[in-house]
């Protein structure tokens, strides 16, 4: 299994999945073990914990006790997809201002552009006296959606708001294609987690089919002189979701997780792998086995451009989020849905 699961120099794990596509049962159930064994261990004197991994206990019910975060590697994906959608994207950011600011569209979900230090994270999350984040986006959603009443209703639709593109047909088409590889990955993680979990993969394929996925391109300018209290690029947080799954450009000194002491730990860009960080959504599922990921974007010691891409996963927003519970455990969370 250690071909399977690494470690690099800074303790995170590596997952390399790629035996998981040979639709071998025995070879698919490994890749689901190094999840859930927890093979990468961090000594607790150097303040390090756990990385996305398990220890097993005595009532055969497994616990995450790490960042909720892991390197995944072995995805099929064609790399010329996740170049051509950073070139066009650089593209796109580098247009005059007028031109962005008619792609901004009001929306809950972060469809279309959204100007530079025009969100508040600090703010989002309860903390007032900071500074706009110096960050600007481009985001979208499905790129369909079905025609059914629980996607279409006044009291959910905006979970599927509109999607707006700019007149650039290859910026279009790359974000296609890399919502389509996106898409895919997400579903052979669910698969993978169904079996970590020991449920019926049926189960969060299901609940993700038709679900309102947000991407969001995410650019860092160079800052030479952050502002007051702007002590972040962007402020701590975890995400709402179940997966996020991120590609970043190779600058260093700027994404950061949080691990269960509370020592943060930084996450250089590992080349031609997926960062993937467990959000609020699947630690409420599983009863907070897994745990969701406090991370944040620091400013590098070096003033750089930074560029990041983020596929936010969520499922259908009538899908029932009952938790997962194993052994003995006791629901910690009454049933919701994402609504």
Known sequence: MTDILRRLDNGMAV?????????????????????????????????????????????SFLEMEGVGSLWITGTGIDQS??????????????????????????????????????ENGNKFAGRDGFPNDPIEKFGIGPLHVPNEEVFTCDELSWFYDDNVWPDRPRFELAWRDYT??????????????????????????????NG???LKGMNYPKVENPKENQ??????????GTFTILSMTDAKDSLQVKNVSGNWIPVDPEPGCFFLNIGETMARWTND?????????????????????????????????DCIIQGSENKKYPSITMN
């Open 15 to 59: 997952l390399d999945i790629s035996t998981f596509y040979t639709q071998n049962k025995q070879a698919q159930e490994e890749v689901a073990a190094c999840l859930k064994q927890g093979i990468v261990k961090h000594q607790a004197e150097e303040n390090l914990s756990y990385f996305f991994l398990f220890k097993l206990k005595r009532t």
């Open 81 to 118: 997809i996740v170049k051509k959608m950073f070139d066009e994207t650089t593209k796109f950011f580098q247009m005059p201002l007028e031109y962005k600011r008619k792609l901004i569209k009001r929306s809950k979900m972060g469809r279309g552009y959204i100007p530079f230090e025009t």
């Open 180 to 209: 389509h590889a996106m898409r895919n990955l997400l579903f052979v993680i669910l698969r993978i987690s169904s079996m970590a979990l020991g449920i019926d993969e049926e189960k969060l394929i299901k609940a993700h089919y």
């Open 212 to 214: 309102p996925f947000s």
């Open 231 to 240: 002590n972040a690029r962007f402020p701590e947080h975890t995400d709402i």
């Open 289 to 321: 086995r897994w745990r969701a990921t406090p991370h944040r974007v620091i400013w590098p010691s070096i003033p750089q451009q930074r560029m990041s891409f983020g596929f936010f996963a969520l499922p259908r927003p009538d899908t029932p989020i």
